[in-house]
C-alpha cells in the first residue's frame, strides 16, 4: 500500500534551519511527483510547493521561495523539505503529498511534521 | 489565483443535504480538488477534476462546476462527514487552497 512517512516533529530557534524527510513506499517513487503543503495552528492549508521526482523540477511559493529547497533522493525513495532563516510565522504542521498523474491533486499524505519556532 | 469558499461554517444534523461552494479568482476550466480534513489528520483527497470521484470515497459526495464556481455536495449528510472541507485549484502555480468551510452538528 501507498505510504509516505515523514521525519519526527522539531524545535527549532529563530534564524535556524529545519530538514524535513518524507519517506515513500508502496509505489513506484519517480513516477509520481511529491508537494509540500504547511497548515499554521488552527490556519488552513498553504502549498509551499512542488518537485518532480523525474528530473529535479522545482516551482515554490512566493512566501518561501528564498529560503527553501525542495530535494529528492531517489535510490532511498525519500523527498525533502528545507527551511532556512526560520521565523516564528514558520511554526506549522508540514505535510508532503503525492501529486496525481492526471494534474496537481493531491492523492496521499503524509502524517505531518510539527515544526515549533520558539526562542 | 484566490479561492474563496462559503460558507466558513455550516452546521447540519445526519442526514442533511450540505452545499459548499468554492469561487476562483479566475477561470481554472475543471481543474479544481475538494479535500475533507479531520483535527489531527492530514486531508483526504474526495474530489479531482471537478467533479470525479476518488476511489474509495463514498458516492454521497459530488462535485460540480467549471470556470470560477464550483460546489461540494453530501447528499446526506453522516457522522463521519463532520469536518473541514477545502477546495484547491491545479490550474497553475502557485497552487492554492480556499481558506476552509466546517462542517459542524
Known amino acids: 500500500q501507498v505510504q509516505l512517512v515523514q521525519s519526527g516533529g522539531e524545535v527549532k530557534k529563530p534564524g535556524a534551519s529545519v530538514k524535513v524527510s518524507c519517506k515513500a513506499s508502496g509505489y513506484t517513487f519517480s513516477n509520481y511527483d511529491i508537494n509540500w503543503v504547511r497548515q499554521a495552528p488552527g490556519q488552513g492549508l498553504e502549498w509551499m510547493g512542488w518537485?518532480?521526482?523525474?528530473?529535479?523540477?522545482?516551482n515554490y511559493a512566493q512566501k518561501v521561495y528564498d529560503r527553501v529547497t525542495m530535494t529528492t533522493d531517489t535510490s532511498t525513495s525519500t523527498a525533502y523539505m528545507e527551511l532556512r532563516s526560520l521565523r516564528s510565522d514558520d511554526t506549522a504542521v508540514y505535510y508532503c503529498a503525492r501529486g496525481l498523474v492526471s494534474g496537481f491533486y493531491f492523492d496521499y499524505w503524509g502524517q505531518g511534521t510539527l515544526v515549533t519556532v520558539s526562542s | 489565483i484566490q479561492m474563496t469558499q462559503s460558507p466558513s461554517s455550516v452546521s447540519a444534523s445526519v442526514g442533511d443535504r450540505v452545499t459548499i461552494t468554492c469561487r476562483a479568482s479566475q477561470g481554472i476550466s475543471s481543474w479544481l480538488a475538494w479535500y475533507q480534513q479531520k483535527p489531527g489528520k492530514a486531508p483526504k483527497l474526495l474530489i479531482y477534476?471537478?467533479?470525479s470521484l476518488q476511489s474509495g470515497v463514498p458516492s454521497r459526495f459530488s462535485g460540480s462546476g467549471s470556470g470560477t464556481d464550483f460546489t461540494l455536495t453530501i447528499s446526506s449528510l453522516q457522522p463521519e462527514d463532520f469536518a473541514t472541507y477545502y477546495c484547491?485549484?491545479?490550474?497553475?502555480?502557485?497552487?492554492?487552497f480556499g481558506g476552509g468551510t466546517k462542517v459542524e452538528i
Open positions: 484547491q485549484q491545479a490550474d497553475s502555480f502557485p497552487l492554492t
Open positions: 518537485i518532480s521526482t523525474h528530473n529535479g523540477n522545482t
Open positions: 477534476a471537478a467533479s
